[in-house]
């Protein structure tokens, strides 16, 4: 039997987080200049989404722009900020005909007009629709999400609409950016860092890790399967005991 077909036999996690690493390493290597990693990489993010929505995936959480990422060179900024647009235009389709909603994670007060405006526009365009959720994660940094969160609730105690004691952890979860989505089960980075640069630090809390050395634009359904497979293995206990 084939490894799709073994892993579709067994649970398949809920929200996967992908880490979309090593574009820039990947045209290096093919003598190509960084931004064709990056533009290969949205491809490749395209063909990954539709097959975790196949396989019966939720939720996938794609880090693709870090609030450290503004300290790379400008062009390469810029390259990497049209890229929401050349994604909409090639893949609105297939991702109608797949029935995938898109959901945007980040910061919105250093994006430009255009892609605020695109971000809202595919929102909401995609709102109803009932496949699979991409969380795309843009300007994207944990410590500022978390940091936001609690300045929001220290917010609302102070005008006198939430009491200190109220303050759980489901009321902390509402203020961050995936308030909607189920915390992480399989995280996965490629490209061989074992790090997390900041990515869902909350949200990962009893993640399963997966990091593998393959760059992202050549991450195929097969390394994803590969990685659902090592989830499977594992055992979740969550502070508990065997079960
Ligand atoms: C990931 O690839 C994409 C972004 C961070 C935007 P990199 O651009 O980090 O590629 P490497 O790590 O330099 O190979
Ligand atoms: C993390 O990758 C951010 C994204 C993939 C968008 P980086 O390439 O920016 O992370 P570091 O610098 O290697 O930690
Ligand atoms: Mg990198």
């Known amino acids: 039997m084939g490894l799709k077909k073994k892993i579709r036999l067994k649970t398949i996690p809920q929200h996967i987080a992908i880490i979309l690493d090593g574009n820039g390493r990947w045209a290096k290597r093919r003598n190509l200049p960084r931004h064709m990693g990056h533009k290969q990489g949205a491809v490749n993010l395209q063909k990954i989404t539709l097959e975790a929505h196949q396989l019966g995936v939720n939720y996938l959480s794609v880090y693709a722009f870090s609030t450290e990422n503004w300290k790379r060179p400008k062009d390469e900024i810029d390259y990497l900020m049209k890229l929401p647009k050349v994604f909409e235009e090639e893949y609105k ?105 900041n990515f869902l630090l909350w949200q990962v809390a009893y993640a399963e890790f997966y990091f593998t050395k393959v760059h992202w634009p050549a991450f195929k359904a097969r390394h ?7 989830f499977q293995k594992r055992e979740r206990k969550f502070g508990g005991l065997k079960g």
């Open 93 to 197: 389709d297939a991702f109608k005909e797949y029935d995938i909603r898109v959901v945007f994670s980040g910061r919105r007060d250093r994006l430009s007009k255009e892609n605020i405006d695109l971000i809202n526009r595919v929102e909401e365009k995609t709102k109803d629709r009932q496949g699979l959720t991409l969380n795309v994660c843009i300007d994207y940094g944990s410590q500022y999400e978390i940091t936001e969160a609690a300045k929001s609730l220290a917010k609302e105690v102070k005008d006198g609409a939430l009491k200190i004691e109220d303050i759980d952890i489901l009321k902390m979860q509402s203020h961050l950016y995936t308030k909607d989505l189920p915390d992480v089960d399989l995280l996965i980075r490629t490209s061989g860092e074992i790090r997390l640069s």
């Open 224 to 230: 994803l399967y590969k990685a659902i497979k090592h």
